[in-house]
């Protein structure tokens, strides 16, 4: 016969058996500290659960979304013209699909004409959509990028670093002035901030080579110069891989050949021929130098005026981050120094042509801010006040007669009776406005 067991689970009657009831009774009314156990895979629970309850991108979603609101703001606060590329190297394109001295791949513009062929199919491209959609979307990509940069400073440093940069990031004039507009340049930035974040940088999590590379890849078919800004980073990653042959066999040259084989499609479906846009970019503005039809200014101007200009207010900032940083931001700054030296060599400059480099300023300028410790109010009031006006200022006033110029033809080509025999003699250089 099965004798039964006690509340401990065991047969009653031994010594050994009460001694140790008594001591697990003892025991209970004591407080036992457990330790704490640091499991791998507990935390990567605690992080997906995480993600599933409101992270996007890898950050809270209330981040993503503020700054979404923000560029959108961005985006209907910038009412001005800037340069004539904004318009006729992308949405006129875009509307026309025809290049005429074939400088430009097809790439950029085919974003915005698929975006205008789903308008037109669903019966919704009015004149207001058509404009302002592409500038949105442009808007939205922005967004994304400024967030990668927030997550890139946060894995390098830390919270506290990575707000300063991203405040820097969101208040300069430059910046609010160019990210929701149409511009190769624009989006030659956008991928360059969201390819260093999977850049191999010191302390970096998210890298990855082929994301990184494909980004760049695309930047360059996109807009050729992009390569400038990227030689010194990638001479950097071949010299510290230790695999090189694999980085070049199972990466690079993959990752390149696709691009540029999708490129070459593309423009040959549209050119109706074979075209290496990127050679013939690089033969009209370097090897015959014809940018200087638009224009030539001295060596020195870049670092004169070009880049004071666009760093604005934030210049100061800049350069006490660049005593602070730590070394492995040295690579960061010799890309800025390198990109600005071989602009200065071609005569044909312009503002938006540094734009590229401006977020890796604002990682030195976040630097510098977060060591102030007497003047950071002060400095982040005059900041954002000294920011603020130009941004508006440039945004609202700075050249906005050739677009308010045209909403007066609309009015007058809609209005006449015979629409056919509308038309207007604009006596101002060639693109000075949008047309369709």
Not at 21 to 38: A, E, M, P, T, V
Not at 267 to 287: A, E, H
Not at 362 to 382: D, E, I, N, Q, R
């Amino acid at each position: 016969m099965r004798r039964p067991l006690s509340k401990c689970g065991m047969e009653p009657g031994g010594g050994d058996a009460s001694l140790t009831l008594h001591g697990l009774q003892n025991r209970s009314h004591g407080k036992i500290k457990l330790r704490k156990r640091k499991s791998t895979l507990y935390f990567n629970t605690q992080e997906k659960s995480a993600r599933r309850r409101g992270d996007l991108l890898g950050e809270n979603i209330y981040l993503l979304l503020f700054t979404i609101a923000l560029r959108i703001l961005n985006c209907f606060l910038v009412q001005t013209s800037f340069v004539p590329d904004e318009y006729w190297q992308s949405l006129e394109v875009s509307h026309h699909m025809v290049f005429k001295e074939r400088l430009r791949s097809y790439t950029y513009p085919l974003i915005f004409a698929s975006i205008y062929k789903i308008l037109h199919l669903l019966g919704k491209d009015s004149v207001q959509l058509l404009i302002w959609i592409p500038r949105l979307a442009q808007a939205l990509l922005s967004a994304v990028a400024d967030v990668r940069l927030y997550s890139l400073m946060k894995q390098l440093e830390n919270q506290e670093v990575a707000r300063w940069v991203f405040f820097c990031q969101l208040c300069s004039w430059f910046t609010w002035y160019c990210c929701t507009r149409t511009l190769t340049n624009t989006m030659e930035t956008v991928l360059t901030i969201i390819a260093l974040f999977y850049y191999p940088l010191e302390g970096s999590k998210s890298m990855n080579s082929v994301k990184y590379s494909s980004l760049v890849a695309l930047a360059f078919i996109i807009r050729p110069t992009a390569v400038i800004l990227w030689t010194p980073l990638l001479f950097r990653h071949f010299c510290q891989e230790p695999r090189k042959l694999d980085l070049i066999l199972h990466h690079f040259l993959p990752v390149g050949f696709v691009t540029l084989s999708l490129s070459l499609m593309i423009d040959r479906i549209f050119f109706g021929q074979w075209t290496l846009v990127q050679f013939n970019f690089l033969k009209f503005n370097v090897l015959q130098n014809l940018g200087t039809f638009y224009g030539s200014h001295p060596w020195h101007w870049y670092f004169s005026q070009g880049f004071p200009v666009i760093l604005g207010t934030h210049l100061p900032f800049f350069i006490h981050g660049c005593y602070l940083a730590p070394k492995r931001y040295r690579i960061l700054l010799v890309t800025v120094l390198w990109t600005l030296l071989v602009y200065s060599m071609l005569s044909h400059k312009e503002f938006r042509f540094i734009y590229p480099v401006l977020p890796f300023c604002m990682v030195f300028c976040g630097y510098s801010l977060t060591h102030l410790k007497t003047w950071k109010k002060p400095a982040l009031s005059f900041l954002f006040l000294s920011n603020l006006f130009l941004a508006l200022y440039t945004g609202l006033v700075h050249q906005r007669g050739t677009l308010d110029v045209m909403s007066h033809i609309q009015k007058v080509c809609y209005n006449n009776p015979n629409k056919s025999s509308a038309s207007i003699f604009i006596m101002m250089p060639c693109h000075s406005t949008p047309y369709y």
